[in-house]
Structure formats: C-alpha cells, structure tokens
C-alpha cells in the first residue's frame, strides 16, 4: 500500500500560485530537498500535507494517495486564473532512508522519495514518520484539525514569517494565543493497530483522536485540558 504520493504543478505561475495557499515559503523551494507543507481550508483545518519541491515552473506536491482527489479540488477552485496545470505525476515513488540521484530528502523523517515504481519502503516510511511525530494527514482525518493540534507547527510545516495562505489568520491566531484545545501526544500500544480517526479513551471520556501509526505507536491529537497519562494508561478504541 502506499504511503506518499506525487501531484504535479507545471506552468510559469506553478510557485507563485502555490506560494498563496501552502504555509510553506515557496521562497525557500528546492529541487532536491522537499520543505514540509499544508494545505489548509478558510477555517485554518488542515485538508492536506506533506511536502513540496521543485523550481518555480515545476512544483511537486507529496502527500497521501487518500487526500490527492480533495486537494486537487480544493486548489482547483482558484485554478482558473493561474498560468499552471495540476495532475498526478505518471510515475510512483521509490521511498528509502538512503539518498541516491535524482531523490528528494524528506526532513524530518529521514528519507528520501525518487521517482520509480513504488516498492515494499512504504511501510517502513509510515513507521518513521510516526517516531519523527510527523502527522501525514489522511481522508480519515481531513479538515479537523489546525496544524498545531497535530504538531505540524513542531516540525517547520508552518512558516510564520511569510505572507498570507489559506487559513492563515485562523492559524496565526492560534500560535499567538499560545496554546489550541488539542495537541499531539503519543502512545504505545500491542496487538492490532487502532485506524487513524479512532477515539483516544481515558476510561469511559473521549479525549482525542488517532492520527497516525506506526510499529506499536500512534500518534493521537488529544484535548489539551486532559491529564497525562503514561504510555499504556489510555485504550484506542474505535468509534461506536
């Protein structure tokens, strides 16, 4: 199953564009170092994320094959008036903790992504990106939650100095206050791993919401009001 897939912009206004509805600095793009991004809705909930690379006519989106279709939408509606094109790119994508030609690094997770035919390392890819506690955002979990409740914030996705993006006063709203009502949090669990978008249980109260797994951990977005618990002390259970 894959874990990371490829959307392409082409076309002189690629970068420009995207510079207005990513919360990365476009600025900052490189061709072979991808800068983790997010796409956010006008609530500052973000819809999609991952990565971005390429040049300023050549922009390539990385993100889960699960949210390719509504984040095509959604960039779709301001399309109409940009001198760039979106499409799937024609080739999979190769994952491995080792660089070679032509791959794109993925910071913070420690791999790297080149294009070819995809193969067994996304299963490994989905692991590391949970010990790194970097969220890949899912159907499952689209359009819930601001990047600070899932940690993206933590690991550079947002970038506060640029200009504005789609959601940005929301996002920036909530950085200034210091603090959101839900924050990533992580947990051990053993046997079958709970699906992302599962309820977080503290005994019989709802406290959160998995976002993310990897081997025996799952990263949760969880209220920020609720007590500490150790690894163990909280169930993932599945939504009833």
């Not at 973000?46 to 993100?63: D, I, K, M, P, Q």
């Not at 159907?139 to 940690?151: D, K, S, T, V, Y």
């Amino acid at each position: 199953m894959r874990n990371l897939a490829q959307l392409d912009f082409a076309g002189p206004d690629a970068a420009t564009f995207l510079q207005g509805y990513l919360t990365a600095d476009l600025d900052q793009l490189e061709p072979d170092r991808a800068l983790p991004m997010a796409l956010c809705n006008l609530k500052g909930r973000v819809v999609a994320n991952g990565w971005v690379a390429g040049e300023a006519s050549h922009v390539r989106l990385l993100v889960h094959p699960s949210v390719m279709a509504i984040l095509a939408r959604e960039l779709g509606k301001y399309l109409l008036f940009a001198k760039a094109k979106l499409e799937e790119a024609d080739t999979g994508l190769r994952l491995s903790p080792d660089g070679s030609p032509g791959a794109v690094e993925l910071a913070p997770v420690g791999y790297f992504a080149t294009p070819g035919t995809p193969d067994e390392n996304h299963a490994g890819f989905a692991n590391a990106c949970a010990q790194a506690g970097f969220v890949l955002v899912t159907e499952a979990i689209a359009e819930r939650f601001l990047p600070q409740m899932i940690g993206l914030t933590d690991i550079g996705a947002v970038n506060f100095a640029k200009g504005c993006y789609l959601g940005q006063e929301v996002v920036a709203r909530a950085e200034h206050r210091g603090q959101v009502k839900q924050q990533l949090r992580r947990y051990r669990f053993d046997g079958s791993p709970p699906p992302v978008g599962a309820d977080v249980m503290d005994g019989s109260k709802k406290i959160g919401t998995v976002a993310a797994i990897g081997d025996g951990l799952a990263l949760a977005a969880v209220r920020s009001d609720a007590s500490p618990v150790q690894a163990g002390e909280c169930r993932l259970a599945t939504s009833t």
